[in-house]
């Protein structure tokens, strides 16, 4: 299981995302917001209509990286 950060609006900054990275440094991290599917650095990008399928996207992120 991954943990998943999720927003509501396109303000995609994030303190709690950043903290759990340099804490637990791991080799993906998820975050759903309203923008469009992207990936920058480690975090890769859902689109919050795409969560019914984060397993199958949870595998792209990780083709990706």
Do not use: V, W
Request: aromatic share 6%; charged share 20%; proline share 8%.
């Amino acid at each position: 299981m991954r943990p998943t950060e999720r927003r509501a609006g396109i303000n995609t900054k994030s303190k709690s995302l950043k903290s759990y990275d340099n804490q637990f440094n791991p080799a993906l991290l998820l975050r759903s917001t309203l923008l469009n599917p992207a990936h920058d650095g480690k975090i890769c990008n859902i689109p919050l209509y795409a969560i019914s399928r984060l397993p199958r996207t949870i595998q792209l992120c990780q083709e990706i990286f």
